[in-house]
T-cell receptor, first 110, second 112 residues
Framework: AQRVTQPEKLLSVFKGAPVELKCNYS??????LFWYVQYSRQRLQLLLR??SRESIKGFTADLNKGETSFHLKKPFAQEEDSAMYYC????????????FGTGTQLKVEL | EAGVVQSPRYKIIEKKQPVAFWCNPI?????LYWYLQNLGQGPELLIR????????DSQLPKDRFSAERLKGVDSTLKIQPAELGDSAVYLC??????????FGEGSRLTVL
């Protein structure tokens, strides 16, 4: 079974402060990990995936297989980063099934 | 490019009534998904189609839920009869195969 855990429902930070959204997963094989984001009144969309190893909107995430984590980080939060963030896992060999965490609401305050 | 289109955006019905949701995926996307999102929760997969074939419907409550994807393009998700606990957002997504899912805006169902 595959499972994604996002322990924080809400994370509130000040503008310019560092951000870390936590994500832990449970999967017996080698997973693909993603972060999806939903801005206010917009549809859910892909932010980044671990295989791309790229920075999107200043966000990065590193897959740590030892700790089974895929935390999302940004050194300096911006007001426009306020959104709902979902960590998601796709198990290899399981087709295209994507399992989502419960999400973390990020609120960036001025 | 048009994204995934869902209809209706909002639906309010009384319990025991039927309801149907429609999804038009991005052109050329073979894989189509229906997800259920309860308030405060992440999306949960109901059914996944590869072209016309439902390849994963293990989470679909088949006693009241049904889905179809005629001709491997548009899809409908039906609930009959609806229960109070079915109040949620129903998300449709499509993908060209492996990789990124593109989501629609969702259909918000309220059952009274």
């Amino acid at each position: 079974a595959q499972r994604v855990t996002q322990p924080e429902k809400l994370l509130s930070v000040f503008k310019g402060a560092p951000v870390e959204l936590k994500c832990n997963y449970s999967y017996s094989g080698s997973p693909e990990l993603f972060w999806y984001v939903q801005y206010s009144r917009q549809r859910l969309q892909l932010l980044l995936r671990h295989i791309s190893r790229e920075s999107i909107k200043g966000f990065t995430a590193d897959l740590n297989k030892g700790e089974t984590s895929f935390h999302l980080k940004k050194p300096f939060a911006q007001e426009e980063d306020s959104a709902m963030y979902y960590c998601a896992l796709k198990g290899r060999g399981g087709g295209n099934k994507l399992t989502f965490g419960t999400g973390t609401q990020l609120k960036v305050e001025l | 490019e048009a994204g995934v289109v869902q209809s209706p955006r909002y639906k309010i019905i009384e319990k025991k009534q039927p309801v149907a949701f429609w999804c038009n995926p991005i052109s050329g996307h073979n894989t189509l998904y229906w997800y259920l999102q309860n308030l405060g929760q992440g999306p949960e997969l109901l059914i996944r189609y590869e072209n016309e074939e439902a390849v994963d419907d293990s989470q679909l409550p088949k006693d009241r839920f049904s889905a179809e994807r005629l001709k491997g393009v548009d899809s409908t998700l039906k609930i009959q009869p609806a229960e109070l606990g079915d109040s949620a957002v129903y998300l449709c997504a499509s993908s060209p195969g492996a990789g990124e899912l593109f989501f629609g805006e969702g259909s918000r169902l309220t059952v009274l």
